[in-house]
């Protein structure tokens, strides 16, 4: 059998004066951060992925009406491209969210029971 490797390292975490995470960075056997940075309604607009120093993955995001509408990733080269359309209840919230993913498309509902 071969040898056990353990790795040991701690995570740094940063929050801003809103109390959102805006950076975690994997300090130790590994070198790993990530960034994060949210618009005024405290809605993640933009996460940045680094390894040993260079981006890995950059992600954006982007709303509608509080709700996520679409979001694009570059991920070691590969675009992604991600859109959102929901449909709601007669409480405005969300009961199917239809994500099409690079053409794909993925549908998940939810019931909501209201007492």
């Known amino acids: 059998m071969g040898e056990l490797t353990t790795l040991s390292f701690s995570t740094l975490l940063k929050y801003d004066e809103r109390n959102n995470l805006t950076n975690s960075h994997a300090v130790g056997g590994m070198n790993f951060e990530r960034e994060y940075a949210y618009n005024k309604s405290n809605q993640l607009i933009l996460s940045v992925h680094k390894a040993q120093g260079q981006i890995t993955e950059r992600t954006e995001y982007f709303y509608e009406n509080d709700h996520l509408s679409r979001l694009i990733s570059n991920d070691n080269g590969k675009k992604h491209k991600v859109t959102f359309l929901y449909k709601f209840d ?26």
Do not use: A, L, M, S
């Open 90 to 115: 007669h409480y405005n919230n969300w009961v199917e969210q239809e994500k099409i993913i690079n053409g794909k498309i993925f549908i998940r509902r939810r019931i909501i029971t209201y007492y």
